[in-house]
């Protein structure tokens, strides 16, 4: 495993824990926007809308790591002298 997966993995579980935070902090905001009597229905809508937007930004880290953890295994293989490589 190359050290630039390494630290590549690395940043992008930071991000996508930043972004799973995001989410139920938006997530909690929204439940105690509703809690009071005249509910400020934008400001919930905007909640909800910050939450979507951390979620998709949560999906798309895991679908680039997928990637990158893909690319460093064909590269392992390739590299690999004991791998067979279909030949």
Do not use: W
């Not at 930043?18 to 905007?46: C, H, Y």
């Not at 880290?61 to 893909?70: D, E, F, P, S, W």
């Amino acid at each position: 495993m190359s050290a630039q997966f390494v630290r590549t993995y690395y940043a992008q579980a930071h991000e996508i824990t930043d972004a799973i935070t995001a989410v139920v902090i938006n997530a909690q905001a929204g439940l105690q926007l509703l809690r009071v009597q005249s509910p400020d229905l934008e400001k919930v809508r905007q909640a909800l809308n910050s939450i979507a937007n951390d979620g998709k930004r949560a999906g798309d880290i895991v679908v680039r790591t997928r990637a990158l953890m893909k690319k460093v295994a064909a590269a392992d293989r390739a590299a690999d002298p004991c791998t067979d490589n279909g030949q």
